[in-house]
């Protein structure tokens, strides 16, 4: 839960969660599990037992799950093949018409369908109503959106935008090449880049790649086989004084986009809860995904805070 993040900014004049909790149950927008000769179905799942929503502090967690499943075609092909040779043996004929061919071709992909395991993700959203972002715990870009896409079936509209930046590649190979900022790896108050990162970087013009693995950052090759370079990839660590909150890797994806993958933070069940905060909790599952709910919304609003000031981010349209 929460490995991978992409973070959206909403227009909160043009969106209303107001309703969610009440919309979401309708039963279109809630998952049904895939019957024999279903291909795909998706839907917001429960937590556990009839809790479709998590709700705390202003904040509020979401599931999307997706489920599909596809037929291999290859498996197909032979089946049919092997048919079709027993009807002409059966028969005694030479040729099968192209319409009987067909026919059976669809009632082997039915009958394949049935059996073939499905593919199962489950995406989780956190929207934050403090910060007026929404994080999405997606595998890819392409999956955040048509999470989204769900999410806006069920309130209606929903307007966001990605948080990037067309400098964001410069201004980090600058970063690490620039002498003065060897001895930090600072690049704002909570977010540090340790002596030894990974690290991919590629040509302005992209035709071609690097990547630094296991190199001091400080030392003059490291800093001359990245200088010119601009940063896809970094891993980085959120931190509060010398204790380490969090680590992640910013991938700067197509169209720049910000994408911080293999999220890890502790999950003390202690960890990132205001003991003030009032958390109406019934059980123990219900603490569980609260507790994480708030944690992530705690790092998030910090990492995109120092992000802002390292980036120069403003708005959207501006970044």
């Not at 043996?89 to 039915?110: F, H």
Request: some cysteine; proline content about 2%; hydrophobic content about 35%.
């Amino acid at each position: 839960m929460f490995k991978n993040l992409i973070a959206y900014r909403y227009d909160d004049s043009k969106t209303d969660f107001n309703k969610i909790a009440s919309q979401i149950k309708n039963r279109n927008f809630l998952f049904k599990p895939l019957g024999d000769l279903d291909s795909h179905s998706t839907g917001f799942d429960s937590f556990f037992d009839e809790t479709y929503i998590i709700e705390a502090d202003n904040r509020i967690l979401l599931k999307i799950k997706f489920s599909s499943r596809t037929v291999s075609e290859q498996l197909v092909k032979n089946l049919l093949a092997e048919r079709i040779n027993e009807i002409k043996r059966e028969q005694k004929i030479d040729t099968v018409s192209d319409a009987v061919t067909e026919i059976y071709r669809q009632k082997i992909r039915l009958e394949t369908l049935k059996y073939t395991e499905p593919n199962v993700k489950n995406v989780f959203l956190l929207i934050d109503k403090y910060t007026k972002f929404i994080y999405v715990d997606a595998s890819s870009p392409s999956l955040a959106e048509d999470s989204l896409h769900q999410l806006r079936n069920v309130i209606g509209k929903l307007a966001c935008q990605h948080i990037r930046s067309a400098s964001a590649g410069t201004r980090l190979s600058l970063f690490l090449c620039d002498p003065s900022n060897e001895e930090i790896g600072q690049i704002s108050k909570n977010i540090h880049i340790c002596d030894y990162p990974l690290l991919t970087a590629r040509n302005t013009d992209n035709t071609g790649s690097v990547t630094l693995d296991g190199i001091n950052r400080r030392s003059s090759s490291y800093i001359e086989m990245l200088e010119g370079l601009y940063v896809k990839s970094v891993n980085m660590a959120l931190r509060n004084g010398s204790e380490i909150l969090a680590t992640f890797t910013l991938l700067i994806g197509n169209k720049n986009i910000f994408i911080l993958k293999k999220f890890k933070y502790d999950v003390d069940e202690k960890t990132g809860i205001d003991p003030t905060t009032k958390i109406d909790c019934v059980d123990d599952s219900s603490y569980y995904y609260t507790s994480k709910m708030l944690l992530i919304g705690r790092y998030m609003s910090l990492i995109l805070s120092d992000f802002a000031e390292f980036f120069h981010l403003k708005t959207d349209e501006e970044s």
